[in-house]
Protein backbone atom coordinates (compact mmCIF):
# COMPACT_ATOMS: atom_id res chain seq x y z
CA UNK A 1 0.00 0.00 0.00
CA UNK A 2 1.53 3.31 -0.72
CA UNK A 3 2.36 6.05 2.09
CA UNK A 4 2.39 9.49 1.77
CA UNK A 5 3.77 11.50 4.57
CA UNK A 6 3.85 15.16 4.80
CA UNK A 7 6.45 17.72 6.88
CA UNK A 8 7.80 20.72 6.73
CA UNK A 9 4.67 22.86 7.81
CA UNK A 10 4.43 25.31 10.98
CA UNK A 11 4.34 28.82 11.63
CA UNK A 12 5.85 31.51 10.01
CA UNK A 13 5.11 35.86 9.53
CA UNK A 14 3.66 36.65 6.31
CA UNK A 15 6.54 37.14 3.93
CA UNK A 16 8.52 34.43 5.18
CA UNK A 17 8.95 30.80 3.47
CA UNK A 18 8.42 27.29 3.73
CA UNK A 19 9.01 24.14 2.33
CA UNK A 20 7.02 21.47 2.39
CA UNK A 21 8.41 17.46 1.95
CA UNK A 22 6.07 14.26 1.08
CA UNK A 23 8.19 11.54 0.96
CA UNK A 24 6.79 8.34 -0.96
CA UNK A 25 7.10 4.63 0.56
CA UNK A 26 7.73 3.85 -3.34
CA UNK A 27 8.83 5.02 -6.53
CA UNK A 28 7.13 8.22 -7.35
CA UNK A 29 7.94 7.55 -10.72
CA UNK A 30 4.84 5.08 -10.48
CA UNK A 31 2.81 7.49 -10.43
CA UNK A 32 1.57 10.12 -13.59
CA UNK A 33 1.00 12.84 -11.29
CA UNK A 34 1.84 14.43 -7.89
CA UNK A 35 0.17 17.36 -6.35
CA UNK A 36 -0.28 19.37 -3.66
CA UNK A 37 -3.74 20.74 -2.31
CA UNK A 38 -4.52 23.05 0.58
CA UNK A 39 -7.54 23.09 2.65
CA UNK A 40 -8.73 25.94 5.34
CA UNK A 41 -11.17 25.94 8.04
CA UNK A 42 -14.62 26.26 6.38
CA UNK A 43 -13.26 25.90 2.67
CA UNK A 44 -13.60 23.50 0.38
CA UNK A 45 -9.91 21.81 -0.56
CA UNK A 46 -8.38 23.23 -3.75
CA UNK A 47 -5.51 22.35 -5.72
CA UNK A 48 -2.57 24.66 -5.20
CA UNK A 49 0.00 23.03 -7.49
CA UNK A 50 0.94 20.15 -9.54
CA UNK A 51 3.75 18.14 -11.80
CA UNK A 52 3.49 15.44 -14.01
CA UNK A 53 6.06 12.09 -14.62
CA UNK A 54 7.22 14.46 -17.44
CA UNK A 55 7.89 17.13 -15.64
CA UNK A 56 5.18 19.38 -16.13
CA UNK A 57 4.16 21.09 -13.46
CA UNK A 58 0.78 23.90 -13.15
CA UNK A 59 -0.14 26.52 -10.20
CA UNK A 60 -3.15 27.67 -8.76
CA UNK A 61 -3.68 31.59 -9.89
CA UNK A 62 -3.23 32.74 -6.15
CA UNK A 63 0.42 30.80 -5.87
CA UNK A 64 2.18 31.53 -9.30
CA UNK A 65 5.15 33.01 -8.46
CA UNK A 66 5.02 32.54 -5.09
CA UNK A 67 5.04 28.98 -5.32
CA UNK A 68 7.40 25.84 -6.55
CA UNK A 69 6.48 22.40 -6.84
CA UNK A 70 9.34 20.05 -7.67
CA UNK A 71 10.10 16.53 -6.92
CA UNK A 72 14.02 14.02 -6.11
CA UNK A 73 13.04 10.65 -7.13
CA UNK A 74 16.21 9.26 -5.80
CA UNK A 75 14.36 10.62 -2.35
CA UNK A 76 10.92 9.71 -3.69
CA UNK A 77 10.23 13.02 -2.35
CA UNK A 78 7.91 15.81 -3.87
CA UNK A 79 8.74 19.47 -2.66
CA UNK A 80 6.67 22.64 -2.33
CA UNK A 81 8.29 25.24 -1.75
CA UNK A 82 6.59 28.48 -0.36
CA UNK A 83 7.66 31.84 -0.70
CA UNK A 84 6.27 35.47 0.35
CA UNK A 85 3.40 33.79 1.90
CA UNK A 86 0.43 35.26 3.19
CA UNK A 87 -2.32 34.66 6.01
CA UNK A 88 -4.76 33.50 3.58
CA UNK A 89 -2.39 30.55 2.46
CA UNK A 90 -3.40 29.32 6.20
CA UNK A 91 -4.19 25.98 5.43
CA UNK A 92 -3.97 22.15 5.74
CA UNK A 93 -1.76 21.20 3.26
CA UNK A 94 -1.92 17.62 1.81
CA UNK A 95 0.19 15.88 -0.71
CA UNK A 96 -1.87 13.67 -3.35
CA UNK A 97 -0.65 11.30 -5.55
CA UNK A 98 -2.18 9.95 -8.49
CA UNK A 99 -1.35 6.19 -10.46
CA UNK A 100 -2.99 5.16 -13.85
CA UNK A 101 -3.51 1.98 -14.57
CA UNK A 102 -4.10 1.29 -18.63
CA UNK A 103 -5.10 -2.31 -17.91
CA UNK A 104 -8.33 -1.25 -16.28
CA UNK A 105 -8.21 2.07 -17.46
CA UNK A 106 -8.80 3.84 -14.06
CA UNK A 107 -6.51 6.40 -11.85
CA UNK A 108 -6.03 6.19 -7.74
CA UNK A 109 -5.65 7.95 -5.73
CA UNK A 110 -3.49 8.52 -2.31
CA UNK A 111 -3.07 11.32 0.03
CA UNK A 112 -0.99 11.97 2.75
CA UNK A 113 -2.03 13.12 6.32
CA UNK A 114 -1.86 16.61 6.26
CA UNK A 115 0.39 19.12 7.31
CA UNK A 116 -0.55 22.24 9.08
CA UNK A 117 0.96 25.97 7.77
CA UNK A 118 -0.04 29.20 9.88
CA UNK A 119 0.85 32.59 8.58
CA UNK A 120 0.45 35.43 10.61
CA UNK A 121 0.12 39.01 9.62
Known amino acids: QVQLVESGGGLVQAGGSLRLSCAAS????????LRWYRQAPGKQRELVAGITSSGSTNYADPVKGRFAISRDSTKNTVYLQMNSLKPEDTAVYYCNAEKYSPYTDSRSQYWGQGTQVTVSS
Open 26 to 33: GSIFMFNV
